[in-house]
């Protein structure tokens, strides 16, 4: 893990992760403690017979999460044992192809789309090969009021050419700058 980064925000909480930091022999299994079990409440499981690689950048405000990253192929999943909380994560996929599942759905999110996940409901996505993504994590309690229909958004694709994905996006650049 990185030290955090210096930031004009004392309550934005900026953290770094990357396996490049961690030791070859140890790198999967540590990286599913420290930031699947203990940061995402996921199990982590690489591909067999991929390197694998990833590294993360977290950064936490009160009621929000944001972390961005990258990942070779692995299979990211809540089992019921690790479902802590019912915040909602919102999830870009920027690169890559993802097979995500929830609640008896499954989709397919492409480059550029997003997909919503709830972390009271065990699930998760699948990615291929080489994955960057962006997550916003917050409360379902904040959320929740401004949906008509709370449980029919999660894991109901967002357009890669959707306006306000786009905007989002935008908003969330500011934070690395």
Not at 34 to 44: A, N
Not at 112 to 118: K, M, T
Request: negative net charge; charged residues 25%; proline residues 7%.
């Amino acid at each position: 893990m990185s030290d955090p980064a210096p930031t004009s925000d004392p309550a934005l909480i900026r953290l770094g992760f990357s396996t490049d930091d961690l030791t070859h022999k140890d790198r999967v299994e540590e990286w599913r403690h420290l930031f699947g079990r203990m940061i995402c409440e996921l199990d982590i499981e690489p591909h067999p017979g991929q390197d694998f690689r990833s590294r993360a950048v977290i950064r936490a405000l009160p009621g929000l999460g944001v972390a961005s990253g990258v990942s070779s192929g692995a299979r990211y999943w809540r089992p019921s044992h690790l479902i802590r909380s019912d915040d909602l994560v919102f999830v870009i996929n920027h690169d890559g192809t993802d097979s995500a599942s929830m609640m008896g759905r499954e989709t397919l999110v492409a480059p550029g789309q997003a997909v919503l996940f709830s972390t009271d409901n065990v699930g998760g996505t699948t990615n291929q090969g080489f994955s960057r993504f962006t997550t916003i994590r917050v409360p379902k309690a904040t959320i929740a009021p401004v949906l008509r229909d709370l449980e029919a958004a999660i894991l109901r694709p967002v357009a890669a050419e959707n306006p306000a994905l786009r905007l989002l996006g935008n908003y969330i650049s500011v934070l690395d700058d």
